[in-house]
């Protein structure tokens, strides 16, 4: 039975030492720009809602029309950083998200692939075990005991003919 290769994809020692320097790079220039909030923090402060964005923008263009409006003790110079710069880490943020779904997605096909490919080979050496191939049981009764039996059990070493189903092996 043949099997289906989802994905075919490879990093070169190369490419995976400029990606680490890339994101230590990244790690470099955000450290100590950014902060991490404790759970109980990112509920007190929460996200702000599209609506909310919008009331921040309308805001921001009120106060370029109305200065003398705003009041004494608002930092309009400080409220314009934060603004510019909150637009810029979205964009980041949006970008990193894409790039950290494309690793999770290529991941998750890799995973896949060895998975199938671990099944079919634990399969082949069942056979093996099953036709006194040396060494075959001894690898076989090895790798058995990563299946589950039904009965939520490891099934015992000695019986070599309580292989679990695919079914139960996913």
């Known amino acids: 039975m043949s099997l289906q290769n989802l994905i075919n994809v490879s ?31 990112r509920i007190r402060y929460g996200r702000i809602a599209n609506q909310n964005k919008l009331l921040v923008d309308k805001a921001k ?51 896949h692939d060895n998975y199938s490919n671990a099944l079919s080979f634990h399969r082949k050496v069942r056979f093996l075990a099953e036709e006194d191939e040396p060494g075959a049981k001894t690898v076989y009764n090895d790798m058995k005991m990563l299946f589950r039996s039904r009965k939520g059990t490891i099934p015992p070493v000695e019986e070599e003919n309580d292989m679990p189903s695919e079914e139960e092996a996913a």
Do not use: C
Request: glycine share 4%; aromatic share 8%; no cysteine.
């Open 61 to 111: 263009s009120y106060m370029k029309q109305h200065p003398d409006w705003i009041p004494k003790f608002l930092d309009k110079e400080r409220f314009d950083r934060d603004y510019v710069t909150r637009g810029q880490v979205e964009e980041m943020i949006q970008l990193l998200e894409n790039y950290r779904q494309q690793l999770i997605d290529t991941k998750t096909l890799l995973d």
């Open 11 to 41: 990093f070169t020692e190369e490419e995976v030492t400029a990606l680490t320097e890339h994101l230590t790079g990244i790690d470099q220039i955000i450290n100590g720009k950014t902060v991490n909030l404790t759970a109980s923090e």
